[in-house]
């Protein structure tokens, strides 16, 4: 099984960094510049998805890089967010259940 990940589009609004995630409304946070946006990142995905999973939500699959990079805009980064192995195995799974 091949690693599941998606793409956080970075930006810094004044003493914060911005994450949203490419393709997936609602799927933002922040942290203050002197915290670790990574795990903010990471927490938002997680939750989304599993949020998703409980309420038996359609997941939308990623977006790949070249997308994510589209999406941002001129000063903002794009970070790569590694789903956890057994959330992306339940991720999956909801996907061939419903034919996608």
Not at 29 to 36: G, L
Request: net charge positive; aromatic share 4%; with cysteine.
């Amino acid at each position: 099984m091949s690693v599941l990940c998606y793409y956080a589009i970075l930006s810094r609004e004044g003493k914060y960094t911005l994450s949203r995630v490419a393709g997936l409304p609602g799927c933002n946070t922040f942290a203050k510049i002197s915290q670790n946006i990574e795990k903010q990142a990471l927490d938002a995905l997680v939750g989304h998805l599993q949020a998703h999973l409980l309420l038996k939500r359609k997941i939308r699959r990623p977006k790949s890089l070249a997308v994510a990079l589209k999406m941002s805009n001129d000063g903002e980064s794009v970070m790569r967010l590694d789903v956890p192995k057994k959330l992306a195995a339940k991720v999956q799974a909801s996907w061939k259940a419903a034919g996608r």
